[in-house]
């Protein structure tokens, strides 16, 4: 499975963007989707993730209530509304997760999106 994370940008606060991650492979459908981001001088921290059936969706506290995750077939989508300055990170799609939705112990990752959010 390879996948390809788009959509970033720069964005003012208060803002939308939309990230895609597009996934080769009828194996993905099968597999968990996770996004994670990564702020300059930072570790990589969990944003959304869900299961292959669209069940047991998980957020951050950090987001609830402003991003969405979805999928459908072999894309998998986060919708970030009410964006804030401390949003800004590269954004990375992830794929196949281990024992938990929340860790970065996925087996498939893709390159990040930059997103920046202005105040």
């Known amino acids: 499975v390879q996948l390809q994370a788009s959509g970033g940008g720069l964005v003012q606060a208060g803002g939308s963007l939309r990230l895609s991650c597009a996934a080769s492979?009828?194996?993905?459908?099968?597999?968990?989707l996770g996004w994670f981001r990564q702020a300059p001088g930072k570790e990589r921290e969990f944003v959304a993730a869900?299961?292959?059936?669209?069940?047991n969706i998980v957020y951050a506290d950090s987001v609830k209530g402003r991003f969405t995750i979805s999928r459908d077939r072999n894309m998998g989508y986060l919708q970030m509304d009410s964006l804030k300055p401390e949003d800004t990170a590269v954004y990375f799609c992830?794929?196949?997760?281990?024992?938990?939705?929340?860790?970065?112990?996925?087996?498939?990752w893709g390159r990040g999106t930059l997103v920046t959010v202005s105040s």
């Open positions: 869900m299961r292959s059936g669209g069940g």
């Open positions: 492979g009828r194996a993905f459908r099968a597999y968990s």
């Open positions: 992830a794929a196949q997760a281990g024992a938990s939705l929340t860790t970065p112990q996925y087996g498939y």
